[in-house]
């Protein structure tokens, strides 16, 4: 038997306890099949002083040596052949500079069944037809990010009834048609299909101030849900707190903050966050997060901030186990949060350039320096 089955069809997706010995499990083989495979991956770990045997005794995922992302962006790291990589997506990208990313079927399949049993718990599938607005971009050849994958995928949680793209292709690049969004909207708003708003925050803050502007509101039908990811991007300077997006969403659209549903992940890192009734962050048990200090990458514990940690032993086809992201979170207990769930959860905070707080879009370049100065001499 595959070693991450046991891990992904665990009973409960975010019980740590019960399947911390799974996961350690998985993060040994995984680790030791890269090194196998990977020689560059083996030479970066062992520059940092970590061996093969090293990979099969660790007993906190934490002790495996991290990649930072922005890495990917530059260099690839290949533990099988491309051909052998069923799908392929790119990060969203900072100034033309992309993560190339694939997975092979095994690792597609065990990844899948993670993030599944993820969106089930959280109540996301539905076998109640729903038309779809995704903030975003339509599918295309010429748009292989992982967000304008995730988005599409988003719309198989319940059966599409039709599926309506907020950025429109025309001669100057794609543009935003908000006018053709609130005209679709409002006719929904009169149907009995409940609507279901995928995408960025930054475009739905957007659609939700123009609505405002023109002073239209509306209530979609019962069931519509709100479901954003993937950051503010380039827009950050924008970033509204979240309370100001429930607010909205209810006045101009009738949603309540209840049906309001957030994601956070990375291309580089095989598994997806899904927020909780009080919108926090709870890592599945087939992950787990650590939060590094910015100057020395050390562990700094529950309650601090730092650079996030992200680790997962799901995918055999890219060293991706453990990936050092330019987010700035803090870890905290699973107790703290209320919802019912034991699962620490992560709060994301920003974006880091060293040494202040910055989007990746202002500070990839001066993170790269610095991070991959820390983490691999």
């Known amino acids: 038997?595959?070693?991450?089955?046991?891990?992904?069809?665990?009973?409960?997706?975010?019980?740590?306890?019960?399947?911390?010995?799974?996961?350690?499990?998985?993060?040994?083989?995984?680790?030791?099949?890269?090194?196998?495979?990977?020689?560059?991956?083996?030479?970066?770990?062992?520059?940092?002083?970590?061996?093969?045997?090293?990979?099969?005794?660790?007993?906190?995922?934490?002790?495996?040596?991290?990649?930072?992302?922005?890495?990917?962006?530059?260099?690839?790291?290949?533990?099988?052949?491309?051909?052998?990589?069923?799908?392929?997506?790119?990060?969203?990208?900072?100034?033309?500079?992309?993560?190339?990313?694939?997975?092979d079927k095994k690792s597609l399949f065990f990844g899948g069944i993670a993030a599944c049993r993820v969106i089930a718990r959280h109540g996301l599938f539905s076998m109640r037809p729903a038309r779809y607005v995704i903030l975003g971009f339509p599918p295309g050849k010429d748009n292989q990010t992982a967000i304008s994958k995730t988005q599409r995928l988003s719309t198989m949680f319940a059966p599409a009834l039709s599926r309506r793209y907020a950025l429109r292709k025309g001669k100057n690049g794609y543009r935003p048609d908000f006018k053709g969004l609130m005209a679709a909207l409002r006719r929904y708003s009169g149907g009995r299909a409940p609507v279901r708003i995928i995408g960025f925050p930054a475009y739905l803050y957007f659609l939700l101030k123009e609505m405002e502007r023109r002073e239209i509101f509306l209530r979609l039908p019962r069931h519509s849900m709100i479901m954003v990811g993937g950051g503010w991007k380039q827009f950050y300077k924008e970033t509204v707190d979240k309370a100001e997006l429930y607010r909205l969403c209810e006045r101009h659209l009738g949603v309540p903050e209840s049906h309001f549903r957030e994601f956070f992940g990375a291309v580089e890192h095989p598994g997806v966050y899904c927020d909780c009734p009080n919108h926090h962050f709870h890592v599945p048990a087939t992950s787990r997060v650590v939060i590094r200090d910015v100057d020395t990458l050390e562990p700094v514990g529950?309650?601090?901030?730092?650079?996030?940690?992200?680790?997962?032993?799901?995918?055999?086809?890219?060293?991706?186990?453990?990936?050092?992201?330019?987010?700035?979170?803090?870890?905290?207990?699973?107790?703290?949060?209320?919802?019912?769930?034991?699962a620490p959860y992560l709060e994301i905070i920003g974006r880091t350039g060293v040494p202040d707080i910055r989007t990746c879009a202002a500070g990839a370049g001066e993170l790269l320096k610095e991070v991959g100065r820390s983490a691999f001499h």
């Open 1 to 103: 038997m595959d070693y991450r089955f046991k891990l992904c069809f665990c009973r409960d997706i975010y019980d740590h306890k019960q399947n911390n010995r799974a996961f350690m499990e998985a993060v040994h083989r995984n680790v030791d099949c890269h090194l196998l495979k990977c020689e560059d991956y083996r030479r970066i770990l062992e520059r940092r002083g970590f061996s093969r045997e090293d990979g099969k005794r660790v007993t906190d995922a934490g002790e495996v040596p991290c990649i930072p992302t922005l890495f990917f962006k530059y260099h690839d790291l290949h533990s099988m052949p491309e051909s052998a990589m069923v799908v392929k997506a790119t990060s969203s990208g900072t100034k033309g500079v992309k993560s190339h990313i694939g997975f």
């Open 302 to 342: 529950y309650g601090k901030a730092g650079l996030v940690n992200l680790i997962g032993p799901l995918a055999e086809s890219i060293p991706l186990v453990s990936i050092l992201t330019d987010d700035l979170g803090v870890l905290h207990r699973g107790c703290e949060c209320g919802c019912g769930m034991e």
